[in-house]
C-alpha cells in the first residue's frame, strides 16, 4: 500500500505548468529545443546577453532600493549602504513627491517620509547627496508623474555640486503608461505625460548622453497580478509606444534607442524567470529591426535593471524571504540583469532596518563572489529546456502584444480601461489559486504550524517628528528663497507648458534652480493640461 503524500508534494501524474501557464513536459529532448538556436553572446538577436564577455568584463550594478522620512536620515543610509560596498544608489520617493504635492498639501501631510524620502524642493536634493559625488556614482529614481521634476533637480544639484551634466549617469523610471494601469501615481492626462516624458528624453539625449531618461517597467504590472509573459509583453508594448512618440517628435531612433532601459520584477519560478529576460531581450531586438529598421547593434541592446522580492514576499515567516529573494537573484543574474536590487526580508511589512538591508546587500555579494555562477556567459545557454522555454515565452509575448495592436495600441487600451480590466481580472485569479491552496506559498497557505507565532526581527519605527521637521523646512525655504525668480520660473513654466512643441525641460530646471517645489510646478501644468481622470468599465 503505497503511503498518502504530504500536502505540495508532488504527484508524478499530476500536469505542471509554469505560472504563465506554459505546460512543462517531464523532459525536454533535444529535438524539442532544436526550433531554438541561441547562437553567441553579442550577436543578434542577443539571446545569450548583449555584451561578449557577460558579467566578467564588468559586473551587474549592486543598487539597493532605500530612501524614507527626511533628506537627512535617507542620507545617511546611502553613506551605510556605499560603506557596506553597494555600487549605485536607487532613491525611493514618498507619496506626496510622487503624486506632485507639497508636504503643507492636506492631501500629503499624513504621508510624508512614508514609503520614501520627502523631496519637495532642490534644497533636499542638495542635502540627499551631501557628500556624495554625483559624477561618481549611478543614481536611479523611482519616480513617474513627476519624473520630469526630479531628473531637472538632479540636473540642478549636479550644477550646484560643479559636476558637469554629461558625467551624469543613472535613471529616472519615467514610464507613465504603467502607472495608469498598475500603481496610480498619475497627475496628468496621457497625452500631456506622453509630451513630457519625450521632452526628457529628448533632453537628456544632448545634456546628459550616459544617463537614461526612462526606465519602462514591468515590475508594477507584474506585482499588480500579471503573469510573466504578459509583463514582458506589456512592458515592450508600452516601450514600443514611446518609441512612437519619440520618432513623431523628431527624436533620432539610433541615438535615443541606445539610452532606452528596462525594468522588472524577479519572481519564484528561477527557469522562467530566466527564460523571460532572454525571450524579452531578443524579441525587443526583433521588433526594432522588424518594425523601425534599426540595425545599430547598441540601439537594439535590451539593457535591463530588476527587483528581486515584491508581490513574492509575504509577512508570515518572513525569514523565508531570504531564501525567495537568493533564489531570485540566482535568476536575474541566469537572465543577463545589469542591475539588481534584493529587497529585504521584511519589506512585506515594513521599512527595512540596517539589519535586514544589509542581509539583502549581502545576499548580491554571495552570489556575484561565492556562487561562480558570473564566470561564464549564459550558464544556462544550451539548456534544452531553458531553450525550449524562451522560444515558448517569446511567442506567448508576441500573442499578447497582437491582442493590444489588434485593440487599437497601448495607449487607446489604457484610455479606455482595456488593459486595467485585465491585470485585475490576472490578479483575481492568482489570489483565488492561492486561496485554493493550488499555488503553494510556504509559511502562509501550507507548511504552517497553526501555533507558530512570527518572529518579525528588528522593527523599524519611523521618527513620528519627521513630518513636522519636514513642515518647518518647507515654510523656511518659502520665507528665504528670491520669491520673484521663483514667480518668473514658474510663469515661463505655464506658458511653454500651452505650445506643444517646446520643450519644458530647460524650464524646470530653472524652477528648480529657483527653488520652486515640486507643487507648485506641478500646480501649474495642472492649470493647462488638467489631471487623469480613471477610465470606470463594469
Known amino acids: 500500500m503505497s503511503a498518502v503524500p504530504k500536502p505540495g508534494a508532488p504527484r508524478p501524474e499530476t500536469r ?82 510622487q503624486c506632485g504635492y507639497d ?19 532642490l534644497s533636499e536634493m542638495e542635502t540627499l547627496f551631501d557628500g556624495i559625488d554625483l559624477g561618481a556614482i549611478s543614481t536611479s529614481f523611482t519616480i513617474n508623474g513627476t519624473a520630469a521634476i526630479i531628473y531637472a533637480m538632479y540636473l540642478a544639484a549636479a550644477d550646484k555640486q560643479g559636476v558637469p551634466r554629461e558625467k551624469l549617469t543613472g535613471t529616472i523610471q519615467n514610464d507613465i503608461l504603467k502607472e495608469y494601469v498598475a500603481r496610480g501615481t498619475w497627475i496628468f492626462p496621457v497625452r500631456p505625460s506622453l509630451r513630457l516624458i519625450a521632452d526628457s528624453v529628448l533632453f ?49 531612433l539610433t541615438r535615443f534607442a541606445r539610452r532606452l532601459s528596462f525594468f522588472f520584477y524577479t519572481h519564484m519560478d528561477l527557469f522562467e524567470e530566466a527564460a523571460k529576460f532572454r525571450a524579452g531581450r531578443r524579441l525587443w531586438a526583433r521588433l526594432l529591426r522588424e518594425r523601425y529598421g534599426v540595425t545599430d547593434d547598441k540601439a537594439l541592446h535590451f539593457r535591463f535593471g530588476v527587483v528581486c522580492g515584491g508581490s513574492s514576499l509575504v509577512a508570515a515567516q518572513p525569514y523565508n ?8 537573484n540566482l535568476a536575474a543574474v541566469l537572465g543577463g540583469a545589469q542591475s539588481i536590487f534584493t529587497c529585504a526580508y521584511d519589506e512585506a511589512f515594513q521599512i527595512p532596518t540596517e539589519f535586514s538591508a544589509e542581509i539583502a546587500l549581502r545576499t548580491q555579494q554571495i ?45 487607446k487600451a489604457i484610455e479606455e480601461g482595456w488593459l486595467q480590466r485585465r491585470i485585475a481580472q490576472r490578479a483575481r485569479e492568482k ?16 507548511f504552517r504550524r497553526e501555533a507558530q507565532a512570527d518572529s518579525y526581527g528588528e522593527v523599524f519605527r519611523l521618527d513620528p517628528q519627521i513630518a513636522g521637521r519636514v513642515l518647518a523646512k518647507h515654510a523656511e525655504l518659502k520665507r528665504s528663497r528670491d520669491a520673484a525668480r521663483v514667480e ?22 530653472e524652477c528648480c534652480h529657483a527653488y520652486a517645489t515640486v507643487g507648485e510646478m506641478v500646480e501649474r501644468l495642472k492649470r493647462c493640461w488638467g489631471e487623469f481622470q480613471e477610465p470606470v468599465r463594469l
Not at 498639501?105 to 524620502?117: F, L, T, Y
Not at 499555488?439 to 497557505?445: F, K, L, P
Not at 520660473?489 to 519644458?504: I, R, S, V
Open 431 to 446: 489570489k483565488d489559486a492561492t486561496d485554493r491552496g493550488e499555488r503553494v506559498v510556504v509559511g502562509q497557505n501550507q
Open 321 to 328: 524571504n531570504i531564501v525567495r529573494v537568493a533564489i531570485e
Open 103 to 121: 508636504p503643507d498639501d492636506p492631501m500629503a501631510r499624513p504621508e510624508i517620509g512614508k514609503v520614501g524620502v520627502s523631496l519637495f524642493s
Open 488 to 509: 518668473r520660473a514658474l510663469g515661463a513654466l505655464e506658458t511653454a507648458a500651452a505650445n506643444d512643441e517646446q520643450n519644458l525641460m530647460p524650464l524646470l530646471v
Open 16 to 97: 505542471a505548468v509554469t505560472p504563465s501557464g506554459i505546460e512543462v513536459p517531464v523532459v525536454v529532448t533535444r529535438e524539442m529545443a532544436a526550433e531554438s538556436d541561441p547562437g553567441l553572446p553579442a550577436q543578434y538577436p542577443y539571446t545569450r546577453g548583449i555584451f561578449a564577455d557577460g558579467y566578467r568584463g564588468r559586473a551587474w550594478t549592486i543598487r539597493q532600493y532605500s530612501g524614507f522620512g527626511s533628506a537627512e536620515e535617507s542620507n545617511q543610509r546611502y553613506r551605510f549602504l556605499l560603506d557596506q560596498g553597494q555600487t549605485g544608489l536607487s532613491v525611493a520617493l514618498d507619496l506626496p513627491t
Open 367 to 411: 552570489v556575484q563572489h561565492e556562487s561562480g555562477i558570473a564566470a561564464t556567459v549564459d550558464p544556462l545557454g544550451g539548456s534544452y529546456y531553458v531553450e525550449w522555454l524562451t522560444e515558448r515565452m517569446e511567442q506567448g509575448m508576441r500573442e499578447v502584444m497582437g491582442e493590444i495592436d489588434a485593440y487599437g495600441g497601448v495607449v
Open 204 to 252: 537628456s539625449n544632448e545634456v546628459s548622453p550616459r544617463f537614461n531618461a526612462i526606465s519602462i517597467a514591468g515590475a508594477h504590472v507584474r506585482d499588480a497580478g500579471c503573469t510573466a509573459i504578459e509583463e514582458m509583453a506589456y512592458t515592450l508594448a508600452n516601450g514600443l509606444a514611446y518609441v512612437d512618440e519619440l520618432i513623431r517628435r523628431g527624436g533620432d
